[in-house]
């Protein structure tokens, strides 16, 4: 209750939500953008090359089937729950 008084819940709060998101895509980029080689598959470097803010978290995120590479579906899937 003291925090309200003192006006700092709804700035910390966005605060807090503003560093959650951070690591997350900005923007939607397609598969082949992000898939530098042409392997078929992101690896966490061409992740980190295409999204600089991205931390290790985010990209184990999108690895749904835990393997270390990003697959096309797997992408989309990540980038429909958190590119604008």
């Given at each position: 209750?003291?925090?309200?008084?003192?006006?700092?819940?709804?700035?910390?709060?966005?605060?807090?939500?503003?560093?959650?998101?951070?690591?997350?895509?900005?923007?939607?980029?397609?598969?082949?953008?992000?898939?530098?080689?042409?392997?078929?598959?992101?690896?966490?470097?061409?992740?980190?090359?295409?999204?600089?803010?991205?931390?290790?978290?985010?990209?184990?995120?999108?690895?749904?089937?835990?393997?270390?590479?990003?697959?096309?579906e797997e992408w989309e899937t990540y980038m429909e729950r958190f590119a604008p």
């Open positions: 209750m003291h925090l309200l008084k003192r006006g700092l819940v709804i700035p910390g709060l966005t605060l807090l939500m503003t560093m959650a998101c951070a690591a997350q895509p900005v923007q939607y980029a397609p598969f082949e953008a992000v898939d530098h080689d042409g392997s078929g598959i992101v690896e966490w470097y061409e992740f980190k090359k295409a999204y600089p803010e991205a931390t290790p978290k985010s990209f184990l995120e999108a690895d749904l089937n835990k393997d270390g590479d990003l697959t096309p």
